[in-house]
């Protein structure tokens, strides 16, 4: 088990943060919210959505609070992994559900998606504006860029 000091803080992203960076985000500490569109067969992976962006998730391993199934409002806290292809089979919907594949269509093309969130933390967050919290935290990156500069 790690160690929890050692782990670095999440940043607070939106999925199309994530999605923009792609395989370059590997390896980056998040935390993102969205809602839960597909359930793994064993709940314990999941296909988080906002506004056109999907991340797979990997809760296997984290704290729940609540009891995340589809349609919930869900915001995770973890590490963002490269997709390993043993993982796509412990991800396929289970059946009853809408069909999905974990791959998706580039050009006719089917590619793996690039990106696993290893969450350690998830939490129900029913009732929350996502437009309005993507809102608050562009407001909240602009202050951070005026009031509070990387020291280069």
Same mark, same amino acid.
């Given at each position: 088990m790690t160690d929890v000091l050692s782990l670095p803080s999440a940043r607070v992203c939106m999925l199309q943060d994530v999605a923009s960076k792609g395989s370059a985000a590997v390896g980056s500490s998040v935390r993102v919210t969205g809602e839960v569109k597909l359930l793994g067969p064993s709940r314990a992976q999941l296909l988080l959505y906002d506004r056109g962006c999907s991340l797979w998730a990997d809760i296997s391993e984290a704290a729940v609070q609540?009891?995340?199934? $589809?349609?919930?409002?869900? $915001?995770l806290v973890g590490e963002l992994v490269a997709h390993r292809p043993e993982t796509e089979a412990r991800l396929q919907p289970s059946e009853g559900q809408q069909h999905a594949t974990l791959a998706l269509e580039l050009d006719g093309a089917v590619a793996p998606p690039p990106l696993l969130l290893k969450a350690r933390i998830a939490r129900l967050m029913e009732g929350l504006d996502l437009e309005l919290y993507s809102r608050c935290l562009a407001m909240r990156r602009r202050f951070e860029e005026e009031y509070l500069p990387i020291a280069g």
């Open positions: 609540g009891e995340p199934r $589809q349609g919930a409002m869900l $915001q």
